[in-house]
Nanobody
Framework: QVQLSESGGGLVQAGGSLRLSCVAS?????MGWFRQAPGQEREFVAA???????????DYADSVKGRFTIFRDNTKNTVFLNMNRLKPEDTAVYYC????????????WGQGTQVTVSS
């Protein structure tokens, strides 16, 4: 059974930083992060795709470019999301996701971790 387990959420003041972690029970070519704020739809945040020819392809939503960084430790099937210069509008439940292709559907999801940014 595939499992994704997130950690690292919490409460932080605007301008602060947090690091989210997600451990997967399997190695995936693609791992990413999404978020869902109250009353809003889930939205894409960042993705990391590993291939032999391009082992560190990354993609970001425009709203987080320059502030968030996604990276992986493949030896531990773990993906991280460094979040800097956080804003109140970053407040959401953050979900880890995994898949086999990018662009493409994310087939596996974690339970989510709450990130709250106070103004």
């Amino acid at each position: 059974q595939v499992q994704l387990s997130e950690s690292g959420g919490g409460l932080v003041q605007a301008g602060g930083s947090l690091r989210l972690s997600c451990v997967a029970s399997l190695r995936f070519y693609v791992m990413g992060w999404f978020r869902q704020a109250p009353g809003q739809e889930r939205e894409f945040v960042a993705a990391h795709r590993w291939t032999v020819l391009d082992p560190d392809y990354v993609d970001y939503a425009d709203s987080v470019k320059g502030r968030f960084t996604i990276f992986r430790d493949n030896t531990k099937n773990t993906v991280f999301l460094n979040m800097n210069r956080l804003k109140p509008e970053d407040t959401a439940v953050y979900y880890c996701a995994a898949g086999t292709t990018y662009p493409g559907p994310f087939r596996y999801w974690g339970q989510g971790t709450q990130v709250t940014v106070s103004s």
